[in-house]
Structures are given as C-alpha cells and as structure tokens.
C-alpha cells in the first residue's frame, strides 16, 4: 500500500512548479525549495529502485517487478524534464529580457533570479556582445519598430533625449524612426499612429 | 527638335534609373525573399554568406557616398537635404532587413540548440560564427542545468542530457506546421498530402496554404519562397 501511495503522488510538485511558472505574467521569484524537493524525489526513488534490483535480484524476470522498475524510472526522467523545462524556461524570459531592455533590467526583476540565473545573463550578455561584434551588426536595434517611415510622430512619456534634443515630457514631436525607437522600447516615448 | 531632344533625354534618364533601380530592388529583394523564408520555415536553412557579405558592402558603400556629400555650407545643405534623406532611408532599409536576417536565424538557433547539437548535417547550415555562438550557447546552457540541478541528482547516469533515454528533451523543428509558398517557376504536379493522395497543379505565381513537409524539397532548391 505504501508503494502504491507514493506512485500515487508521481510528479505532481513538479508539475506544480510549471503552472505557477506559466500562471505568472512577468517572472516569479526562482523556487529553490521546490527545485531542491523534486530533487530529493528523483534521487529518494532512484535509491528505491536501486534497493528493489539487490533485494529482489532473484525475482528480477518476473513481470511486475521489472515493470515496477521500469515505471519508478519513467517517474524519474519525467520528474528530470519538468525541472530542465522549468529552468530553460526562465531562461528564455531572462534572455527576451535582455534583447528588450538591454542592460537596464529591473532591480526587482533581478532579485527574483537565482545567483545561477544572474550568472547565466551576464556570461548571455557576453555571448550576444561578441557575436554582434563580431559580425558587426547590432541586432537588439529595431526590434519592434521597423523604419518604414524615415520619420515618426512620437508622445513624450517621459522626458528624455532623443538624438541631440532634449524632449519635454506631454509633448508631441516628429522625430527619426531609429533615434526614436530604444526610448520607445524604454517606454519613455510612444509611438503616434 | 526641343521637344525630341527633350523626349531622348527622358529615355536616357527613365534607362539608367531603371537599371539603378534593378538593381537596388534585386538587392532588397534577395534579401527580404532569404529574409522570409527563413522567418516562416520551421527548419534553420542554408547560410547565404554571399548575399549577406554583399549587403554589408552595399550598406558601406552607401554610408561612403552619403560621407561624401555632406553639404559644405548652408546653402547646399537645403539643396541637398531631401537626397542625403533618402541615402539615409535606403541604409535603414538595407541595414533592417540584415539586421532582421542574422536576428531571425540566432533566435532559431537558441531554440533549437539541441538539434544542432545532435545532428551534424543540421550544424551544417550554420556560418562559422554562429557555431561559434551555438557551441558557447550550449555550453552556457549545460553549466547552468548542472549547477541548478543536474549535479545534484545523486546516479550519474541521470545527469546526461544527451544520452538516448532523453530523447524527447531535444527540440526538433515541426515539419507538420503549415506554410503559405509562392511558386516562383511552373512545378508541375505536386504531392501536397501524402496521406490523402492529393497532387496539386502548381503554375507559376501561384501561392497556397500547405504542409510544410512536402514542399521542403522545393524549398531547398529555391523554386518557392514562403510568404508566411
């Protein structure tokens, strides 16, 4: 019965873990906890199956103890690509992150990372820094605004300065496209249709 | 007479516009044609080195030409004003769709590192650089599960993220997805459903709404374009 209770939970932290990730509109606090309980699942089972193969090593043609085995690891693998889809998922908000902010993330966006996650976007950083160089193309540019007009009308949300002009925030002006367009991505300008 | 003069010198200009105009619309074209098709196809194509090596020297040809017609005083300034603009919106134009082009495949890459990894002839199709940055990526990636979690897992058989047992953690492009392609020759008979059996007489100019998978083919060897 006891065997049976535990199957019973299966992955179900795991797949907890997911739906809070997916629930969250930005990005929650990295759940160490959770990532450390799952972890001591997979190796608590891992310890079991390795008893059940000593114990009932005799037995280990009989049909219900390989499938037993078999299953307790099939729990495990998928206990293993929840968390490495919990992880790479962060990851790929942490990256859109830095191709839409640049370098300016958000403090309290930062304290939600792991130390691992922090370590990851500033050697990330790194990476897209020397790739772009190297090909010499600034990529992060014009990533929402395409320069189909040379020129855009532009609301000043915020003051800011905007090629070599100081803007003044609640006014409307008509500026170049690419000048306009990391004010735009900061928030600080938008665009007027 | 003045008219026919006139008329000859309309023909010249409309002539050498057009041929200029050939030529940057052959250029944009090119890549806004690699641009799409790499935007809309499931699977990471060819590198087109050569167009994009192309572009880059257009592009700094064209930012030479606008150094040298910086107007010298303020009276060629407002001559020349409207053609420095649209030197400038040309390099926009040039430099977006390239900008867009690396930008498009890098994403790809990220996504689907792990078919890169695995498959040697799928690595194949991308430049020098970017193996470089897909080699770094991984790396940055493996260092990060491992020091998250996989180090933590006490058999060391489960720390593998590559082993065959994982098959489903890496990440293949969906064939299945359906495209919208413009054929750009007369193809003839065309199997689009395998399943259903049904071909389909494709003639020049046509666009249609298909599975991916049977048109790849036709894809790699340029006789459609994707549009969406």
Same mark, same amino acid.
């Given at each position: 019965?006891?065997?049976?209770?535990?199957?019973?939970?299966?992955?179900?932290?795991?797949?907890?873990?997911?739906?809070?990730?997916?629930?969250?509109?930005?990005?929650?606090?990295?759940?160490?906890?959770?990532?450390?309980?799952?972890?001591?699942?997979? =190796?608590?089972?891992?310890?079991?199956?390795?008893?059940?193969?000593?114990?009932?090593?005799?037995?280990?043609?009989?049909?219900?103890?390989?499938?037993?085995?078999?299953?307790?690891?099939?729990?495990?693998?998928? =206990?293993?690509?929840?968390?490495?889809?919990?992880?790479? =998922?962060?990851?790929?908000?942490?990256?859109?992150?830095?191709?839409?902010?640049?370098?300016?993330?958000?403090?309290?966006?930062?304290?939600?990372?792991?130390?691992?996650?922090?370590?990851?976007?500033? =050697?990330?950083?790194?990476?897209?820094?020397?790739?772009?160089?190297?090909?010499?193309?600034?990529?992060?540019?014009?990533?929402?605004?395409?320069?189909?007009?040379?020129?855009?009308?532009?609301?000043?949300?915020?003051?800011?300065?905007?090629?070599?002009? *100081?803007?003044?925030?609640? *006014?409307?002006?008509?500026?170049?496209?690419?000048?306009?367009?990391?004010?735009?991505?900061?928030?600080?300008?938008?665009?007027?249709? | 007479?003045?008219?026919?003069?006139?008329?000859?010198?309309?023909?010249?200009?409309?002539?050498?516009?057009?041929?200029?105009?050939?030529?940057?619309?052959?250029?944009?074209?090119?890549?806004?044609?690699?641009?799409?098709?790499?935007?809309?196809?499931?699977?990471?194509?060819?590198?087109?080195?050569?167009?994009?090596?192309?572009?880059?020297?257009?592009?700094?040809?064209?930012?030479?030409?606008?150094?040298?017609?910086?107007?010298?005083? $303020?009276?060629?300034?407002?001559?020349?004003?409207?053609?420095?603009?649209?030197?400038?919106?040309?390099?926009?134009?040039?430099?977006?769709?390239?900008?867009?082009?690396?930008?498009?495949?890098?994403?790809?890459?990220?996504?689907?590192?792990?078919?890169?990894?695995?498959?040697?002839?799928?690595?194949?199709?991308?430049?020098?650089?970017?193996? $470089?940055?897909?080699?770094?990526?991984?790396?940055?990636?493996?260092?990060?599960?491992?020091?998250?979690?996989?180090?933590?897992?006490?058999?060391?058989?489960?720390?593998?993220?590559?082993?065959?047992?994982?098959?489903?953690?890496?990440?293949?492009?969906?064939?299945?997805?359906?495209?919208?392609?413009?054929?750009?020759?007369?193809?003839?008979?065309?199997?689009?459903?395998?399943?259903?059996?049904?071909?389909?007489?494709?003639? $020049?100019?046509?666009?249609?709404?298909?599975?991916?998978?049977?048109?790849?083919?036709?894809?790699?060897?340029?006789?459609?374009?994707?549009?969406?």
């Amino acid at each position: 019965t006891t065997q049976v209770e535990k199957m019973s939970t299966l992955n179900e932290k795991a797949i907890e873990l997911l739906r809070d990730l997916a629930r969250s509109s930005t990005i929650p606090a990295f759940d160490e906890e959770a990532v450390r309980e799952v972890t001591q699942e997979i =190796n608590d089972r891992d310890q079991e199956i390795k008893e059940i193969l000593t114990k009932e090593r005799h037995r280990i043609r009989e049909t219900s103890i390989a499938v037993f085995v078999h299953a307790q690891h099939a729990i495990n693998l998928k =206990n293993k690509q929840c968390i490495l889809a919990y992880l790479k =998922n962060r990851l790929n908000i942490i990256q859109q992150m830095r191709w839409e902010l640049d370098k300016e993330i958000p403090l309290d966006i930062q304290r939600l990372l792991s130390q691992n996650e922090g370590n990851f976007l500033q =050697n990330y950083d790194k990476l897209l820094g020397d790739y772009m160089d190297d090909i010499g193309v600034e990529l992060t540019k014009d990533l929402h605004v395409s320069p189909k007009y040379l020129f855009i009308q532009v609301k000043v949300e915020e003051e800011c300065q905007v090629g070599d002009k *100081t803007l003044r925030k609640g *006014t409307l002006h008509f500026v170049k496209t690419t000048d306009a367009e990391p004010m735009i991505r900061a928030g600080l300008l938008t665009h007027v249709e | 007479m003045a008219s026919k003069a006139f008329e000859e010198e309309l023909d010249n200009l409309n002539d050498s516009d057009a041929s200029i105009a050939e030529y940057q619309t052959s250029i944009i074209d090119r890549i806004n044609s690699a641009l799409f098709n790499e935007r809309w196809s499931p699977e990471l194509l060819e590198f087109q080195l050569d167009l994009t090596k192309e572009l880059t020297e257009k592009i700094e040809e064209q930012l030479e030409e606008m150094k040298k017609n910086l107007p010298e005083n $303020e009276e060629e300034r407002t001559r020349k004003s409207l053609f420095v603009k649209f030197q400038q919106m040309e390099v926009d134009r040039l430099s977006y769709s390239l900008r867009s082009y690396f930008r498009t495949r890098l994403l790809k890459i990220e996504q689907q590192i792990s078919s890169i990894k695995v498959d040697e002839e799928y690595r194949e199709r991308l430049s020098d650089k970017e193996k $470089e940055y897909a080699d770094r990526y991984w790396n940055l990636l493996e260092k990060h599960f491992n020091d998250s979690f996989l180090q933590n897992l006490s058999n060391p058989r489960l720390r593998s993220l590559t082993d065959e047992q994982q098959e489903n953690l890496v990440v293949r492009p969906n064939f299945n997805r359906y495209v919208i392609i413009r054929a750009k020759e007369a193809l003839g008979l065309v199997e689009v459903d395998v399943d259903l059996g049904q071909t389909v007489d494709i003639k $020049e100019g046509d666009v249609l709404l298909v599975r991916y998978e049977p048109v790849q083919d036709l894809l790699m060897e340029g006789k459609i374009e994707l549009l969406g």
